[in-house]
């Protein structure tokens, strides 16, 4: 996403989730850039500050469409993969998969470690990070994809998650 940002654009942060532009603010005489955008992320209550200027960009992409959206809400319910058994394996696995950002991505990471949870009934502390951060991070797109509130989108999560289980 190489263009300039406008105060109202959604778009996610492959690392920190979807938000939105809130504002441009100067940078003061000891930051390293002139101006950076703020981004509102509601789902991790946080404000990231982008340099305008930065090949930070990079690290930003469109919303999902709403059929991309819906897609990675049934995916939630398939048969999970087989995460590897070597923990090292499996961590680096998940770690990629969050990286990548993208809706498929983070409901693969949901879906496998939903799986392995009640296949092991325990997960380390990292996998049980890595899941709610993807829960969190799919919640937040959902929402400024949908116009739903954070809270519903949850909901949504969880219930596509379930939904083969429930049957």
Do not use: C, F, W
């Amino acid at each position: 996403m190489t263009q300039r940002l406008v105060v109202g654009q959604k778009l996610v942060h492959r690392r920190y989730g979807a938000g939105t532009v809130v504002r441009v603010r100067k940078g003061s005489e000891d930051e390293e850039y002139q101006s950076y955008y703020v981004i509102d992320i509601p789902s991790r209550e946080l404000k990231v500050h982008l340099p305008v200027n930065s090949d930070q960009d990079m690290d930003l992409r469109k919303l999902a469409s709403k059929t991309k959206m819906k897609r990675a809400l049934n995916m939630l319910s398939e048969q999970p993969a087989d995460l590897p058994k070597d923990y090292r394996e499996r961590r680096a696995l998940i770690s990629e998969a969050l990286k990548k950002g993208t809706v498929t991505a983070l409901a693969q990471v949901i879906r496998d470690l939903v799986g392995l949870k009640s296949r092991k009934k325990t997960m380390s502390t990292l996998e049980s990070t890595y899941l709610t951060n993807a829960k969190r991070r799919l919640a937040g797109e959902l929402a400024l994809v949908t116009g739903i509130d954070l809270t519903e989108a949850t909901q949504r999560i969880e219930k596509a998650v379930y939904k083969e289980k429930e049957t």
